[in-house]
C-alpha cells in the first residue's frame, strides 16, 4: 500500500524517523516504547495463563492444592509440634498470609528466569523490549494469587477469623512482592541466557527461602537485635505486610527492618533493570 | 521532499567465535577460572578441562571478528533491493540489524517506516492454543495492535481456508494448515518494508511458492523490499538493485544484474577444496545446538575432492555434534545450481518410511552416496538439520562446498552429449514398437 500523497510526499513523511545505534553505558527503560508495546505485554501474559490452566489438566484444582497442603503441614508442624507462638491469631490463617505472597514470588521468579530461555524463537526473530518477557511473566502470577485469595477468604471464614478494613492495602503489598519478584526476575532471566545452569540457583534459591523467609512462623521469633539484618530479606517485609493487613495491629511489622526490605526491593529493581538493558542487546546473539 | 527510506552509515557487527559455546554454565565458568588457576599454580598439565577452560578463554579474548564492517547505503522508498552474497558473508546479519534484532557494533541507521520480515512467519505460535487465540498473539508479536487484528480477523481466516478449525489446538494441525495459518497472519502486515530473508530455502515447496508470491505482490505495491536470496534467477526479475557481500564487506552495490554477473563470476573462482572444516559455528533450532564440523566430499575411490567425472558416483560425509536430543531428527543435503536452483534434496530419513527416531546428544558422521545423475556442471552443495515436527525449524547451510561435474565420462561410459541442456540425466530405458496399421500413408 503505497500511500502516495501527492507526487512529493510519500508516506515516509510522516511516519517518525527511527535511529538505531550501539547503545553504551546505563540504560534506563524507554517508558514511551513500553506505551508503544503495551498490547504485547498483555498478550503474553494471557497466552502464559491461558497455557498454564489449559496444559494442566487440574489447573485451577493445583493452584488451590498447594499452598493448601503446605499451610496444613507447616500449621502442624511450626504450630502444633514446635508450638511457636502465633500472636493469638489462627495459625493456619496466619501461615496462608505470608504463603500468598511467597508463592507469588516462587513462581514469579521462576517463571521469568525461564521467560527468555522459552521465548528464544521470538528473540532472534523480531524485535520488541525484551523486557516485556520477564514483566508479563511474572504478572501472569497474578491469575494464581487471586485465586489464593479466594481461598484465604474461605480459610479465615472457616477460622472465624475476623475481616478488618486494613485488608484494602493489601494491593499496595502485592505491588511491594511484585517489584520484589521483577527486580529478581530480571537479574536471573539475563543471566540465564548466558549461563543455563541458573535455573539450579533459582530452584535452590526459591526452596531455602520458604524456610528462611517468615512464612512458618512470624518474625517476631527472630530475637531483636538480628532483626534488622534478617530484614534485608525483601520477602520479610512483603510478608510482614500481608499479615499486619490480614490480622491486624498486633502483627505491625517492624518498622526500621520493613524499610531495609523496601530498599533492597528498589535495589534489586534498579540494578536488575540496569543489568537487564545493558546486556539484552547481546541476547539475539548468545541465546 | 522525502528523504530515502532507509539510511545505512558506517554499521559494523563485531561477534565473538566460539562465544556461544564457552561458559555454557556458571558452574564451569567458577570451577573453570579456579581448576585453570590452580593447575597454572601446581603445572599440572593433565587436567584436560582446565586447560580446555584455557584455551576456550583466549579463544573468545581474541577471536572477535567483524561479520559486517563499514556498510553505508541508502534505499528509497518502493526499491527492491537483492542482497548477494556466499554463505557466511554477513547477509542475514545486516537484516538482523535492520530489524533490530541485534544490535550493530557501531554505526547509525536511520528508518521511516515499519519494518517486517518474511521469516518471523509463525513465529509465536503456541501448541497448546487454538488457531482463533494464535492469530491474535502472533499479530501482536508481528507489531498489529488489536483492533487492527480484529479488523482482519475474517480476511485471515478465510485467506487461510481454516474456518472450521479456527477453534482446534494447532497442536493438531497438520503441518500445511500449520504454514497456511501463519502465512496468512504475516500476509495481512502492512508494513512499508520488507525484509526476506532465503524464505526459498525454508518450508515446504507450497510455502516456497507464497513467499515468493507475497515478496511480488508487496513489490509491485510499492514497498521497499530488501531481499535475500542464492537465486539469481528471482533477483534479477524482481530486483532493481542488488548489494553483494563478501567477509562482511559491502564489494558491489548497483544495477541488480551488474552485481549478479560479478556474483557468478567470483564465486567461479572460489577455493576448490573438497573438503571444508566448519568449526566453531553453532546453528540452533528451537533452542537445540548442532555443529556441523566438516563436510567432505569423496570420489569414488574414496579420494576427497571435488571434481567427478561423468557418471561417477561421489559421496558426502557429514561430522557433526549434536549437544542436544533431536527430536526426529533429519539430515538433508542438498545440491543446487550456481545460479540458485534446487536440483535435488535428500533427507537421511527418506527411506524409513516415515518412522523417524529421534537423534541423541552426541557426536556423529553421516555419509551419504550418491547415484551421479547430474550433467556436467558446477554445482554447489547444502546441508540441512530440522526435526521433523510441528513447530520445527530448518537449519540450513549453504553453498558449502561447490563441485564439478567434468565433461569427460568415467570409464566405461559413453561421453556426455554436449549440445544437450538440462540439468540431470535419469536412465531411461526406451522402447520402440511400430504399430501396425493405425496410420494410414496419403
Ligand atoms: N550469534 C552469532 N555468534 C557468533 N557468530 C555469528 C553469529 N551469527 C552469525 N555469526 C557469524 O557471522 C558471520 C555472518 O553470518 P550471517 O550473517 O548469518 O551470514 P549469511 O546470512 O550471509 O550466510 C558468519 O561467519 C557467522 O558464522
Ligand atoms: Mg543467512
Redesign the pocket.
Known amino acids: 500500500m503505497s500511500v502516495t500523497i501527492s507526487d512529493s510526499y510519500t508516506i515516509s513523511d510522516f511516519i517518525p524517523e527511527r535511529i538505531i545505534r550501539p547503545r553504551r553505558g546505563l540504560i534506563g527503560i524507554d517508558f514511551k516504547e513500553l506505551w508503544i508495546y503495551r498490547e504485547l505485554f498483555w498478550f503474553l501474559a494471557w497466552r502464559d495463563i491461558l497455557v498454564l490452566y489449559k496444559q494442566t489438566a487440574i489447573g485451577i484444582a493445583w493452584a488451590v492444592f498447594q499452598p493448601v497442603v503446605t499451610m496444613v503441614v507447616f500449621t502442624l508442624i511450626f504450630g502444633n509440634l514446635a508450638k511457636l507462638p502465633s500472636n493469638n491469631a489462627s495459625y493456619a490463617v496466619m501461615t496462608f498470609a505470608a504463603l500468598l505472597p511467597w508463592q507469588f514470588f516462587s513462581n514469579a521468579i521462576t517463571k521469568s528466569s525461564n521467560s527468555l530461555i522459552s521465548s528464544q524463537n521470538l528473540i532472534t526473530k523480531v524485535y520488541f523490549p525484551r523486557i516485556i518477557l520477564p514483566a508479563s511473566a511474572t504478572i501472569s502470577g497474578a491469575v494464581d494469587f487471586m485465586i489464593s485469595f479466594v481461598v484465604l477468604i474461605g480459610i479465615m471464614v472457616w477460622c472465624k477469623a475476623p475481616f478488618r478494613l486494613s485488608m484494602f492495602l493489601l494491593p499496595l503489598f502485592f505491588l511491594f512482592a511484585f517489584f520484589a519478584a521483577f527486580g529478581a526476575g530480571l537479574w536471573l532471566g539475563a543471566l540465564n541466557v548466558k549461563y543455563r545452569d541458573v535455573n539450579y540457583v533459582v530452584t535452590f534459591l526459591v526452596r531455602l527461602g520458604m524456610y528462611i523467609s517468615p512464612v512458618g512462623f512470624i518474625s517476631s521469633v527472630i530475637p531483636q537485635r538480628w532483626r534488622f539484618v534478617y530484614s534485608l530479606n525483601p520477602m520479610v517485609g512483603v510478608i510482614d505486610g500481608f499479615r499486619w493487613c490480614i490480622l491486624g495491629e498486633q502483627f505491625k511489622p517492624y518498622w526500621p527492618g520493613f524499610w531495609a526490605s523496601f530498599t533492597m526491593v528498589l535495589m534489586i529493581l534498579v540494578t536488575g533493570i540496569c543489568f537487564f538493558r545493558s546486556t539484552e542487546k547481546n541476547f ?3 541465546i | 521532499m522525502s528523504g530515502p527510506i532507509i539510511r545505512v552509515e558506517g554499521i559494523g557487527k563485531k ?3 566460539g ?2 559455546i564457552s561458559y555454557d554454565t556458571l558452574r564451569d565458568h567458577i570451577t573453570g577460572s579456579f581448576r585453570s588457576l590452580c593447575h597454572i599454580i601446581s603445572g599440572n598439565k593433565k587436567s584436560k578441562r582446565g586447560r580446555e577452560f584455557l584455551e576456550n578463554q583466549t579463544l573468545t579474548d581474541n577471536c572477535e ?1 567483524w ?2 564492517k563499514d556498510i553505508s547505503l541508502t534505499v528509497d522508498q518502493g526499491e527492491v533491493i537483492g542482497i548477494l ?10 537484516l ?1 540489524i535492520l530489524s533490530q534484532i541485534t544490535e550493530p557494533t557501531e554505526g547509525e541507521i536511520r528508518i521511516k517506516g515499519r519494518v517486517a520480515s518474511l521469516l518471523e512467519v509463525g513465529t509465536g505460535f503456541h501448541p497448546e492454543l487454538t488457531g482463533r487465540e494464535n492469530i491474535f498473539l502472533n499479530g501482536a508479536i508481528l507489531g498489529m495492535t488489536r483492533s487492527e487484528i480484529k479488523k482482519k480477523f475474517d480476511e485471515i481466516v478465510d485467506f487461510a481456508k481454516l474456518e472450521k478449525f479456527i477453534d482446534t489446538p494447532v497442536k493438531r494441525y497438520s503441518s500445511g494448515m500449520y504454514v497456511r495459518l501463519a502465512f496468512s497472519v504475516a500476509a495481512h502486515l502492512e508494513p512499508e518494508i520488507l525484509l526476506v ?2 524464505v526459498l530455502s525454508v518450508g515446504d515447496v507450497e510455502f516456497q511458492k507464497k513467499c515468493s508470491g507475497k515478496m511480488n505482490d508487496v513489490a509491485k505495491e510499492g514497498k521497499t523490499v530488501l531481499y ?1 536470496s542464492h537465486n539469481m534467477g528471482s533477483i534479477a526479475q524482481l530486483c532493481s538493485k542488488a548489494i553483494l ?1 563478501d567477509y ?1 564487506k559491502m564489494v558491489r552495490f548497483d544495477a541488480a544484474q551488474e552485481v549478479i554477473n560479478q556474483y557468478i563470476k567470483n564465486t567461479g573462482t572460489l577455493a576448490k577444496t573438497g573438503a571444508i572444516k566448519i568449526t566453531d ?1 553453532m546453528y540452533t533450532t528451537r533452542g537445540k545446538k548442532i555443529k556441523f564440523s566438516q563436510v567432505t566430499m569423496r570420489d569414488s575411490r574414496g579420494n576427497v575432492c571435488n571434481n567427478f567425472l561423468y557418471k561417477e558416483d561421489f559421496s558426502v560425509e557429514i561430522d557433526f555434534d549434536i549437544y542436544d536430543n533431536f527430536e526426529r531428527g533429519v539430515i538433508g543435503i542438498g545440491i543446487r545450481t550456481l545460479n540458485g536452483s534446487l536440483v535435488t534434496i535428500a533427507h537421511n530419513q527418506d527411506n524409513n518410511n516415515g518412522n523417524i527416531e529421534d537423534i541423541a546428544r552426541g557426536s556423529y558422521k553421516i555419509k551419504a552416496n550418491f547415484n551421479n545423475i547430474l550433467r556436467p556442471g558446477i554445482y554447489s552443495l547444502n546441508i540441512k538439520a530440522y526435526e521433523h515436527i510441528i513447530n520445527g525449524e530448518t537449519i540450513d547451510v ?1 553453498d558449502l562446498i561447490q563441485f564439478e561435474i567434468a565433461n569427460s565420462p568415467k570409464e566405461g561410459e559413453l561421453m556426455p552429449v554436449k549440445m544437450r541442456s538440462g540439468l540431470v540425466e535419469f536412465e531411461v530405458d526406451w522402447s520402440l514398437e511400430e504399430l501396425a496399421a493405425s496410420f494410414s500413408y496419403i
Open positions: 539475539a546473539d548468545v | 561477534y565473538r567465535l562465544s556461544t571478528f561479520a559486517l552474497g556466499r554463505n557466511g558473508a554477513g547477509k542475514s546479519t545486516l538482523k530473508d532465503e535475500v557481500l562482511g559455528r549453504s
